[in-house]
């Protein structure tokens, strides 16, 4: 008898696209943790007098005047201005252009990977938190707490979501910590009512009726019987809302509401693109690029997700 | 029927208050002073007997359950306040850039309807053919895509390059000296790229829905026994297949309609269109909180009726389902 993950996984890794946007993924995560290694205009390692250091960017030492150093890929810091070499175009000395303030695109966008990813796992994380709990409350107890759950979500719902979070943002300082905030706050509606309808599923299932006759405790019945059972498409719906908070986060930096310059996100960078852009195009190409990479990417895996959870679906390895 | 049309408009009640409660706490206990941002720079040297009568000509100065049970009530007298920012009434704003958004809104809605419905169907019927497979991969695609981003690159191509489409705004400077027919092709010349770019998302999903619908209803015992009578293709199609995998876009378009409005705050930036988003992005940015309140209470109120009448047309519309 085969667990039932080892039957997803098995499932999960014949579906091709699925395993693209899972190793797209695990390479943008892996950009998002190590970017100050891949673009930045301190080496990672240099041997100054004998001495090595690593890596260089911690510390304050001369690295001018090392014996041996070994730069980034990108030999740029995202945040280092030159005006010498303002608004150049992409594939001369810097391989995506530069900014209206001479920053190297590419490194630019790199840790903007960071903002993205950051903003994305943290805003979905706590609405998938908020809305576990609160879908297995309703979905456990019913009754009036079930109401009280459910008219609570068809609030925040019917909430024109963009209106409240630029309407909160204009009276919070723009920070990453406040989008994540808003962004996790209105977006736990969709995982809530999925773990709901599960859990209401689950509850007549005989195992659950014995447990709670032999006298286990709720939360023990809970956690260990019930929310076992009504995680998967809440799991999806997970994968689908870093998307979409990616896409609310880009969304706000671009109208000047969310990261804020100098600090790089691809929201801000595109948002100095288009007001450069009658004579400097790659500055609003290359960050939509990037956008549109990483949410097809989410969306491929939960898809993917979705198809290998479900039994009924058959996969068609092709 | 209709007793459950009375319960569901009373049950509108609570969850409007709900949402505009909160968002009238969110705006009022917000740090940020509207009376020195209405007064802009001057505000240092504003003494403070005149700050007081501001406050109290603007009824800022009451409890804050109190302004919200008085915007409450002048709501529903429709008088939405006056402006801090524009010094008009909030209602006469709306109605002055309603035109632009909703002009925008309804060809939007009909590229979405039109598109969305005809390639769904395609895809339906002739699922794993080519058809299909070319247009799930496309429309994929698309779902993908950051909007002002193709907004952006749309004015690159078709408006900087080309010369096409105007860059932004809704009509030309000489707008008033046209006749009717050049008024007409001038809208139409400004509104295109901003509808292009409202009107994609929404394609490709009302058309995996429809899809996804067209599919399901293929494979029910009624459309396989109609086949085995031998009714013919053409005819299970329309009146078998199509009629009832449509019944999914009426839910589509209760939630399309209010997220297309909200929609429009990006789109109108970027186009400088003077529609209501406009409206809405500066007035949060002055802490203008009547046209705040009334728009955001306006928007609550249309997603709610829209989803009422989605509720109601799905009854008229499939006969299987009941309403006690």
């Known amino acids: 008898m085969r667990s039932y993950f080892s039957f997803v996984k098995s499932r999960f890794f014949s579906n091709k696209l699925g395993v693209i946007g899972f190793v797209v993924i695990f390479f943008l995560v892996f950009v998002a943790v190590f970017a100050d290694f891949i673009a930045n205009d301190k080496p990672i390692l240099c041997i100054v007098n004998g001495k090595l250091y690593f890596p260089v960017f911690y510390d304050k030492v001369n690295y001018s005047s090392a014996s041996f150093k070994i730069m980034p890929i990108v030999p740029y810091s995202p945040y280092k201005m030159d005006f010498s070499s303002k608004l150049l175009p992409p594939f001369s000395k810097h391989l995506l252009g530069t900014d209206d303030l001479g920053r190297d695109v590419l490194a630019r966008i790199i840790h903007g990977t960071r903002v993205s990813i950051t903003v994305g796992i943290v805003a979905m994380g706590t609405a998938f938190v908020i809305g576990v709990i609160l879908g297995l409350l309703a979905g456990y107890y019913g009754g009036i707490v079930d109401i009280i759950i459910s008219k609570l979500i068809e609030v925040v719902m019917t909430f024109p979501t963009l209106f409240l979070i630029l309407t909160i943002l204009a009276f919070l300082p723009p920070n990453i910590y406040n989008i994540m905030f808003v962004i996790g706050l209105t977006g736990w509606t969709g995982v809530a009512r999925l773990v709901r309808a599960e859990t209401f599923k689950v509850m007549s299932s005989d195992f659950v009726k014995i447990s709670k006759v032999m006298g286990a405790p709720d939360i023990y019945i809970m956690f260990r019987h019930v929310l076992i059972n009504a995680i998967n498409p809440a799991v999806v719906s997970l994968v689908f809302g870093v998307a979409g908070a990616i896409l609310v986060e880009s969304s706000l930096s671009f109208l000047g509401l969310g990261v804020q310059p100098p600090m790089p996100s691809w929201g801000n960078i595109l948002l100095t693109g288009s007001q450069y852009i009658d004579y400097a195009w790659w500055l609003a190409l290359f960050p939509g690029v990037a956008i549109f990479i990483t949410v097809t990417s989410l969306n491929l895996l939960g898809e993917a997700l979705r198809d290998a959870m479900d039994p009924r679906v058959v996969i068609e390895s092709a | ?324």
């Not at chain 2, 009238?24 to 802009?40: E, K, T």
């Not at chain 2, 909703?102 to 053919?129: E, M, P, Q, S, W």
């Not at chain 2, 053409?234 to 939630?255: A, D, M, Q, W």
């Open chain 2, 1 to 324: 029927m209709l007793w459950y049309v009375i319960k569901r408009t009373i049950l509108i009640i609570p969850t409007f208050i709900g949402i505009t409660l909160v968002i009238f706490l969110v705006v009022h206990l917000a740090p940020g002073d509207p009376i020195r941002g209405m007064i802009g720079e001057m505000s240092s040297k504003l003494s403070p007997e005149a700050y007081e009568l501001f406050k109290k000509t603007y009824g800022l100065d009451k409890p804050i359950l109190e302004r919200y049970i008085v915007w409450l009530g002048n709501f529903l007298t429709f008088n939405f306040g006056n402006s801090f920012q524009y010094g008009k009434g909030v209602g006469e704003l709306i109605l002055d850039r309603l035109p632009v958004t909703i002009t925008i809104n309804i060809f939007a809605n009909l590229i979405v309807l039109i598109f969305g419905v005809t390639i769904g169907v395609l895809a339906g019927i002739y699922r794993g053919k080519l058809f299909d497979k070319v247009s799930s991969v496309v429309l994929f695609g698309l779902y993908s895509l950051f909007e002002p981003w193709v907004a952006l690159m749309l004015i690159l191509v078709f408006s900087i390059n080309l010369g096409i489409f105007p860059i932004g705004g809704f009509t030309s400077i000489n707008f008033d000296q046209m006749n009717f027919f050049e008024k007409v092709a001038d809208v139409m010349n400004h509104i295109a790229l901003p509808v292009i770019v409202l009107s994609y998302a929404g394609i490709a999903f009302v058309a995996k829905i429809v899809r996804t619908s067209v599919i399901e209803v293929s494979n029910q015992e009624y459309v396989k026994f109609a086949r085995a009578l031998g009714v013919d293709e053409k005819t299970i199609r329309r009146h078998y297949i199509l009629r009832n995998s449509l019944i999914p876009v009426i839910t589509i378009f209760s939630t399309v309609l209010p997220s297309l409005i909200a929609g429009s705050v990006i789109i109108e930036k970027i186009f400088s269109l003077p529609g209501i988003g406009q409206l809405f992005y500066s007035a949060v940015f002055s802490r203008d909180y009547p046209v705040v309140m009334g728009l955001s209470a306006i928007s609550a109120l249309l997603t709610l009726i829209s989803l009422l009448i989605a509720d109601l047309l799905y009854a008229v519309v499939d006969p299987r389902i009941r309403y006690e």
